[in-house]
């Protein structure tokens, strides 16, 4: 199966640490998304990548958050400075591009901030 | 503001009887639109999609949703629901070539035996 897929899939950290998160997406897609999913919530999107160019943030993505697509492959997303408030489900999802905008979910990486 | 409701939190149906998940979207020249599935402890699955070909859109599952304009709805049925249906269902709104991706809050579908 060659999906989309995030690592790790679990991560627990203190408040005040840096985590980063990897994507790999589905290798002839070019865009990349990223997800925050709060419990009992929709996905909220965070940002996307066309390629390497991030072409869209979300307010939600405030300056302790980095994101990047350095070969327009994979993708990181960085939180600097955890909060408790960063507790949530982390999705990545991956579309082909062009006029086709469905796009496929990895299975995510739950952060908890202690 | 651009915004897509979905009209019910909590759906409960008998098994064998019809699923009806409401989803409507603030209008837009041509969204696409997208219903999601989530099963506990899954990742999110595509179930259908409409990108302004038939309006009356077949998905996985025995799952179909009727793109209305008129009405800015786009809801999903099913004629029959099986006990493997219970799960989050999200309807999903992309305006603009993906520069906004807006999903809906989630119903949640529960099959009572």
């Known amino acids: 199966d060659t999906g989309v897929s995030q690592n790790p899939r679990h991560k627990i950290t203190k408040r005040g640490q840096n985590v980063t998160f990897r994507c790999d997406p589905i290798?002839?897609?070019?865009?990349l998304y990223w997800y925050r999913q709060t419990l009992g919530q929709g996905p909220e999107f965070l940002t996307y990548f066309q390629n390497e160019a991030q072409l869209e943030k979300s307010r939600l993505l405030s300056d302790r958050f980095s994101a990047e697509r350095p070969k327009g492959s994979f993708s990181t997303l960085e939180i600097q400075r955890t909060e408790q408030g960063d507790s949530a489900m982390y999705l990545c999802a991956s579309s082909l591009g062009g006029r086709s905008y469905e796009q496929y979910f990895g299975p995510g990486t739950r952060l908890t901030v202690t | 503001a651009q915004s897509v409701t979905q009209l019910d939190s909590h759906v409960s149906v008998s098994e064998g009887t019809p699923v009806l998940l409401r989803c409507n979207y603030s209008?837009?020249?041509?969204?696409?639109l997208f219903w999601y599935v989530q099963h506990p402890n899954k990742g999110l699955q595509l179930l259908l999609k409409y990108t302004s070909a038939a309006t009356l859109v077949k998905g996985i599952n025995g799952f179909e949703a009727e793109f209305k304009k008129s009405e800015t709805s786009f809801h999903l049925t099913k004629p029959s629901a099986h006990m493997s249906d219970a799960a989050e269902y999200f309807c999903v709104v992309i305006y603009s070539s993906a520069s906004k991706i807006i999903f809906g809050s989630g119903t949640r579908l529960s099959i009572r035996p």
């Open positions: 209008s837009s020249y041509s969204p696409s």
């Open positions: 290798s002839e897609h070019n865009r």
